[in-house]
DNA sequence: CATCAATAGTTGACTTGTCAAGTAATATCG
DNA sequence: CGATATTACTTGACAAGTCAACTATTGATG
């Protein structure tokens, strides 16, 4: 039988988890969420949202050549109707240019504005710190362990 | 110098991570995004989302004493206005009662109805076979890695 | 070459999550 | 006991994510 586990705790639950399955499943949920609302806390204060700074990183990763719409929503695993509002709401913040391809007329080629690419440069420091907070708990080995579960998931999951 | 990661080919990146820390909280949010649609996507045919579930799942487990509506967004880590919504519409569906409480009167008490039972009880299956689905690639020892580390992570950031 | 299918994106409607500000009821303190 | 603070929500406004349905191109086929 195994004890009371912190999530069990967390969740102000009496019962144990009905299987590890469960517990896993739950804490993989959680654990990204309070990952996330750090990141978030951190951009919070720059203007941007953590899925626009992630449009933008995504954008400045494309360089001077630009990248049409779907592929921005390849990159974030996201569907096309929420990258293009995206698009529009950083267009409208002077964040990223957007110009109708002229070889294939039907795409539409995204950049980072110059503004942009300074705004990830002041947050690359603060992203890294973020990133380092999360992770604190685990040396080097954890990390490597967690990085090789997570890689396992996802390939059953078909990613 | 590590082998190209298999997060790396998923992102369509050329340049390794910069750190395990980054590697792991990208691996961590995309895994858990994945998870959630799954389960998303195993609940659709039911008429019911992913957040509803849970606050169903929370009554449920309240029984007949019932759950003030801060106490549901507690056990959810939502703040307050989404879960005003929530069972708003939960209660729209028929699957929520909701009264306010005779001792405090700020209070409003939530239930779970009979039907919501009966839909919860259907679901316990399904939810099952996805959780498992989910951690299929992972032997015991790893699951049980897992909710290690990901407890330690929460830990660190004062869950 | 005309038609028809596939691709790239946009728009509308709806659920969720977030913050800020407001209301109603209870608790606290001078 | 009465002003004030705190608690428990609720409402409004907006960002985001989802699906279904629509437009505009481009490609593929007879």
Redesign the interface.
């Known amino acids: 039988m195994p004890e009371s ?3 069990q705790r ?4 009496r019962k144990p988890f ?8 739950v ?10 609302r ?1 990141f978030e806390a951190m951009l919070d204060p720059h203007g941007i949202t953590a899925s626009q700074y992630n449009v933008l990183r995504i954008l400045r ?1 494309a360089g001077q050549a630009g990248l049409p719409t779907l592929d921005v929503a ?2 974030l ?1 996201e569907r096309a109707p929420g990258i293009t509002r995206l698009l529009d709401r950083l267009e409208a913040k002077g964040l990223v240019r957007r110009e109708r391809c002229g070889e294939d007329r039907r795409k539409v080629l995204c950049w980072a504005t110059p503004r942009a690419l300074r705004l990830l440069e002041a947050l690359d420091a603060p992203v ?1 710190a973020t ?8 040396p ?1 080995a ?6 090789r ?9 078909g ?1």
Chains 1, 2 share one sequence.
């Open positions: 586990s912190r999530l967390e969740l102000h639950q009905r299987s590890l399955a469960h517990e896993a499943t804490g993989l949920a959680r654990t990204a969420d309070l990952s996330r750090r990763g390849d990159r695993v890294d990133e380092a907070e999360v992770m604190a708990p685990l080097d954890d990390r490597r362990e967690l990085i579960l997570l890689d396992r998931i996802r390939a059953g999951l990613a």
